[in-house]
């Protein structure tokens, strides 16, 4: 097994390739876009309570159409599902460039473009992942997912960094357009995709698996989930991370007031945790070797919150213990600390996601995955932003972080079974 990532899906795999390169590159603009909205609306507010509440917008879609849209992934052909979600996904790019050119000055037009775009998210991420399974073999899904996080944090490096440079030199305008010229990659990606409609005669399929999309076909999923403790435990270790332990909501202050730098230290502090993302999946060789996936993925977690605490720690030692300029040093470290721990625990959980789920019910367990890994964050980063408002964003930052670790220790307590999960026999 090599030591660095495994390139084998994309040389064996020319649809796979496609669909990598086309969301690596719309991913970009997504996280430029995600950084340029939360600077627009401090811009516009001077509050870190009005950025959380950017979260809030981003979560009730998410929580809405990722389940929703899981089940329009298992019922239809899910090249058609993700061409649509992201064909929404691009108008809405369109608007949000269209409202910084025009000179918008209203917080909620930005509110509502965020939900919108969520929307999209919450249905064209499911379909994307649930694509996967189908067009590789499982041996490859490892590699496949560390190849996709590697992705997720090239793009959270270059898209903050270039947000921060182009607001600086153009404004919100030539952000947001940048954004919306470098979504169209992905519509290529999907578009050259097969038919991919839902697999029939699965075997052990049930009858309800099989509803029309709505409400009890979401509950289908979730009765699957309640008997699966392995499956579900990815689900709220992941939770107790985001929510318990979110930084991004703090980003705006530290560069506006803590660190200083502005627009470029906000950008800088986002890229730093994909850096250190980028690092841990370029020696993400052997990851494919590891059989206890779930304890690893605890550890995993422990080393997030830790390092969220450090960041905390940093911010309010700035100005006092340190130099503004040796904080904003020890809070970069931080967050590529973090940054390298999340990539690993998010390889892990995604694969034991598609090892132990059928294929008829991919597609809500997918969305329900999607709910937690996108609206997980929006809740942390509302919560975090209105408890900021009381005791100041370094405590928030090193409560946050501390309390994330005790919660992986009571997980690792309480649910011994995920400990012992062996990827060689999946059993979700």
């Known amino acids: ?140 899904l490892p590699a496949a997912n560390a190849l996709s996080v590697f992705a997720m944090n090239a793009s959270m490096t270059i898209g903050p960094l270039l947000a921060g440079v182009l607001v600086d030199w153009g404004g919100f305008r030539t952000a947001y357009t940048v954004d919306a010229l470098i979504t169209t990659a992905a519509l290529w990606g999907l578009a050259r995709l097969p038919s991919l409609p839902p697999e029939s005669g699965d075997q052990g399929e049930s009858e309800p698996s099989r509803r029309a999309p709505g409400i009890r076909s979401v509950l289908d999923g979730f009765a699957f989930l309640a008997t699966r403790p392995n499956v579900r435990m990815t689900f709220i270790a992941d939770i107790c991370a985001m929510v318990l332990a979110q930084p991004r909501v703090l980003f705006p202050a530290a560069g506006a007031v803590i660190f200083g730098g502005g627009a470029t230290t906000v950008g800088a502090l986002t890229a730093a945790a994909a850096v250190g993302g980028i690092g841990a999946m370029f020696f993400s060789g052997r990851l494919g070797t590891v059989i206890h996936q779930g304890r690893a993925i605890l550890i995993s977690i422990v080393g997030w919150g830790a390092a ?65 890994v996108a609206g997980g964050p929006r809740l942390g980063e509302f919560l975090g932003g209105f408890v900021a408002e009381g005791i100041g964003e370094g405590m928030m930052a090193v409560v946050g972080g501390l309390a994330c670790v005790a919660a992986m220790f009571v997980l690792a307590r309480v649910t011994p079974g995920f400990l012992r999960y062996d990827a060689r026999s999946p059993t979700p």
């Open 308 to 372: 969220i605490a450090g960041l905390g720690a940093a911010m309010l030692a700035a100005g006092e213990v340190l130099t503004r300029e040796q904080a904003l040093w020890v809070g970069l470290a931080a967050m590529a600390i973090a940054g390298g721990a999340d990539s690993v625990s998010a390889v892990f959980r995604t694969t034991i996601l598609q090892s132990a789920t059928p294929d008829h019910l991919r597609g809500r367990l997918q969305g329900v995955f999607i709910v937690v």
């Open 1 to 140: 097994m090599p030591l660095l990532l495994d390139l084998e899906p994309l040389r064996s795999n020319a649809d796979y390739r496609r669909l990598y390169a086309g969301f690596t590159l719309s991913n970009v603009g997504s996280q430029l876009a995600v950084v340029a909205i939360g600077l627009q609306v401090y811009d516009l507010t001077r509050s870190t309570a009005s950025v959380g509440i950017v979260g809030l917008c981003a979560l009730i879609p998410l929580v809405v159409m990722g389940l929703y849209g899981g089940t329009l992934v298992d019922h239809f052909d899910r090249r058609i599902v993700g061409l649509i979600a992201q064909s929404v996904a691009f108008v809405v790019s369109v608007l949000c460039a269209l409202q910084a050119w025009v000179g918008n000055t209203q917080v909620w037009v930005l509110y509502v473009l965020v939900a919108a775009w969520n929307a999209a998210f919450a249905v064209a991420s499911p379909a994307r992942t649930s694509i996967y399974p189908r067009i590789l073999r499982r041996d490859q």
